[in-house]
Every structure is written in structure tokens, then in C-alpha cells.
């Protein structure tokens, strides 16, 4: 008898038909003998239409009240589901994140994690009960509902898995599993049966929505074998495994790509030692993250450029910042807030000469210009026009044989 994880995205409950879908899911693995533990997303569209309901009142709602709005969404889908595991003759109740309880730390919107008890779950398991949990949230140790970011039901089914010593957890979505690209603009991706932590934990970072980043990074940290499948059909959908258990044929395994970058430039700045932690500390302490920076190499040893990305929504913020930062010089401001990053991501680089020339040999044969570049061991990423983000991926996807 095995111990299971499944968890529904909101797609996968966002109808009372995909309910009773996802619950005749749920009844056939519970009757090949398995333990399960459900966890479930808000139906689709609800998180946001909760967010408007909470926006039309005020402009102001605290961050404490709006998650106390928000955990209802998964709390109706836990009631669904259970009501339909027990209309098809199965034992089942939903669990609220203050009865188990699941406990956080951080703050309201954006907590982590950090314990659950087991105790009362593993009762009603143990009496042949499915047990149905609520993702995205959970209790601070002064008794206050807490969520923990969009996508976090992804990490609450993770986090159960570890705590629960499950021998799986697996991703029920609206996808057959993870592609080599977008497969809604980039037809002829291609699903990819296994894929290592790290792969996994580059594509959600950098775009890929089949999975949270923080999930697969937690279940890398403890080898939680996840696998990603679809809720609609009977395909066996990527496994997410140890690197030490794959073959790497291939130097990339996919291309990601995000629109939502911003790249600001900091004109002829002070060449001199902590301007660059000056310029990026006001910004740290605003929540502001920064991805790729590039300084250019001054000619006069007086003066350099510095350019940077972070996130669209985090530009005029950035730049007014920026300006109000007495304490560094510079000559001019400019910004680009159309551009997108494309990435090319694969463990089997660590061990291929000559990718990086690949990839920008196939950017300039299109005639794009690369306006900023990141590397990692298993990643390289550019930054380009954001109106050739399909041009460019299209093409990465065809030189690295992923068609």
C-alpha cells in the first residue's frame, strides 16, 4: 500500500463536472489499494474574481482581511470534492488549514510553510478515510490565516508530501505535463517524459507555469518524486526526478520565455568601489528583485554603465527610486519596457562545448539583437524585443533538435 499526494489545479476543479471528474480520479486510486491525500486549488478564476470583489470596496484592503478572503476559494473546492468522492460511495472530509493545523511564518500574502500535524490526517487515513486539504495557505503560530502566494497550492501538496513521507506527489493540470516550450504559441513542443529538479526548478523560474519554483526547489531539497499529468486524459505526463537518474542525450532539454521584464540602463555612473551595492541596496529593501545586471567596462576608469532587469510591474517604482537615490551620480536614466527574456535550459550543457555560440549564432541568423545576457550551468538567457519573442523561440526550439 502506497501513500499518494494528488493534487488539482483550478482548472481541474473549475467546473462541477471537472469535479466529479477529478473525484472518479481520486476513487481509482484509492481503490488500487493507495492512501491519498487531496489538495486542491480555488476553482479557476476565483482567487481573481475574489481579488476584484476586495478592489471594488477599497483601494486599501489590508493584507490581513484579503487573506481571509482568499483562503475561501480553496475552502469550497475542498467541500466539492469531498461532497463528490462521497456521492460516489467513498469515505472522504475536508480539512481546514486551522483543524490540522498547517503552520506558517512570514507575513499575510506571502508566508512559508514551516510544519503541520500530522495526527489527526493520519487517523483518518489509517480508518480507510481520503483525506482533502486546502493548498495556498495556512495559520501563523498567533492564529492568523495566512497564504502563501499565487501558485501555492503547488507547495502545500509538496510540504504534505515531506511531512507525510509520502512515496509520491503528483500534479493534476490542465497540460499533459511539462513541454519543451509553450505549446500554445509554439505548436510542435513536445512533452518531455523526464526532466531533473534543477531543469524543472530553471523553466518555473523563468516562466514556465506548469509548477511553482518554490515546490520543485522544495522537493529537490528532499527527493520527493513529483510527477506532472492531466487531469483530462490518461497520459502518464513528466516525472520529476534526481539528475543522477537521467540520460542526457540532449545538451537542452527546454526554452522558456517571460513578458514581463523590464531592463532599466544607468548612464555613465561613478566607477568606483559600492557604487553597485548603492544603487541596488534602496532597491532590495523595497522587495524589488533583480535579475540579470551587466556593468560595462569604463574606458576613462572614471565612469561606467550599469543595466539591469526586474519585473515590469516593479518599473516605475524602480525608477522613482532611482531618481530619489542622492547617494550615487549618473549622467542619464533610460528604460526598456517591452523586451522579453528568452532562456535555453538543460543539464546536459555542463557537458556540451559550444551552446552558448549556438544559440547566439541562431539569434543573430534571425536578426535579433541580444540586449542583455544571464548564465548559469544549466541556463543561458537574453534578453530581446519582446515582438520577437516567438521568432526567437521557434528558432532556439529547431537548432537544438527539441522539434
Known amino acids: 500500500m502506497k501513500k499518494k499526494v494528488l493534487k488539482f489545479g483550478g482548472t481541474s476543479v473549475g467546473s462541477t463536472d471537472r469535479i466529479l471528474h477529478a473525484a472518479k480520479i481520486i476513487k481509482k486510486e484509492y481503490d488500487s489499494g493507495n492512501k491519498i491525500i487531496v489538495v486542491v486549488s480555488a476553482m479557476a478564476g476565483k482567487t481573481n474574481e475574489l481579488i476584484s470583489l476586495s478592489k471594488s470596496l477599497s483601494n486599501n484592503f489590508t493584507k490581513r482581511e484579503l487573506d481571509v478572503l482568499l483562503s475561501t476559494g480553496e475552502q469550497v473546492s475542498c467541500a466539492l470534492i469531498s461532497g463528490a468522492l462521497n456521492e460516489l460511495g467513498i469515505k472522504a472530509k475536508s480539512f481546514m488549514n486551522w483543524q490540522i493545523p498547517i503552520l506558517t511564518e512570514g507575513e499575510n500574502?506571502?508566508?512559508r510553510i514551516i510544519n503541520m500535524n500530522v495526527t489527526k490526517i493520519d487517523n483518518y487515513l489509517s480508518n480507510g478515510g481520503i483525506a482533502v486539504v486546502p493548498g495556498y495557505q495556512g495559520i501563523s503560530s498567533s492564529g492568523e490565516i495566512t497564504t502563501i502566494g499565487r501558485g501555492g497550492s503547488d507547495a502545500t501538496a509538496v510540504?504534505?508530501?515531506?511531512?507525510?513521507?509520502?512515496?509520491?506527489?503528483?500534479?493534476y493540470t490542465d497540460v499533459e505535463g511539462v513541454y519543451s516550450t509553450d505549446p500554445n504559441k509554439i505548436p510542435i513542443a513536445k512533452k518531455i517524459d523526464k526532466i531533473s529538479y534543477e531543469e524543472m526548478l530553471e523553466l518555473s523560474s523563468l516562466g514556465a507555469k506548469v509548477m511553482q519554483s518554490s515546490a520543485v526547489q522544495t522537493a529537490m531539497i528532499y527527493d520527493i518524486p513529483l510527477q506532472v499529468?492531466?487531469?483530462?486524459?490518461?497520459q502518464q505526463g513528466t516525472k520529476i526526478l534526481n539528475k543522477d537518474n537521467?540520460?542526457?542525450?540532449?545538451?537542452?532539454?527546454?526554452?522558456?520565455?517571460?513578458?514581463d521584464d523590464a531592463k532599466i540602463t544607468l548612464q555613465a555612473v561613478e566607477d568606483k568601489p559600492g557604487v553597485a551595492a548603492e544603487i541596488f541596496e534602496p532597491l532590495g529593501k523595497n522587495q524589488i528583485n533583480i535579475d540579470m545586471v551587466i556593468q560595462n567596462v569604463s574606458s576613462d576608469g572614471k565612469t561606467t554603465d550599469i543595466t539591469?532587469?526586474?519585473?515590469?510591474?516593479?518599473?516605475?517604482?524602480s525608477l522613482a527610486i532611482l531618481k530619489e537615490n542622492r547617494k550615487i551620480k549618473f549622467k542619464n536614466l533610460s528604460y526598456k519596457d517591452n523586451v522579453s527574456k528568452i532562456s535555453i535550459v538543460?543539464?546536459?550543457m555542463v557537458t556540451t562545448p559550444g551552446v552558448t555560440y549556438k544559440m547566439f549564432r541562431a539569434l543573430a541568423e534571425e536578426k535579433i539583437n541580444i540586449l542583455a545576457i544571464s548564465t548559469s550551468e544549466i541556463k543561458i538567457s537574453v534578453i530581446i524585443e519582446e515582438e520577437l519573442t516567438?521568432?526567437?523561440?521557434?528558432?532556439?526550439?529547431?537548432?537544438?533538435?527539441?522539434?
Open 109 to 111: 500574502n506571502n508566508a
Open 246 to 259: 537521467l540520460d542526457y542525450s540532449k545538451a537542452v532539454t527546454g526554452v522558456a520565455y517571460s513578458k
Open 346 to 348: 538543460g543539464a546536459g
Open 229 to 234: 499529468r492531466s487531469t483530462f486524459t490518461d
Open 159 to 171: 510540504a504534505i508530501a515531506k511531512i507525510f513521507d509520502t512515496d509520491s506527489c503528483e500534479i
Open 390 to 403: 516567438v521568432k526567437a523561440v521557434k528558432k532556439l526550439h529547431n537548432i537544438f533538435n527539441l522539434d
Open 308 to 317: 539591469f532587469t526586474t519585473k515590469r510591474e516593479n518599473l516605475d517604482k
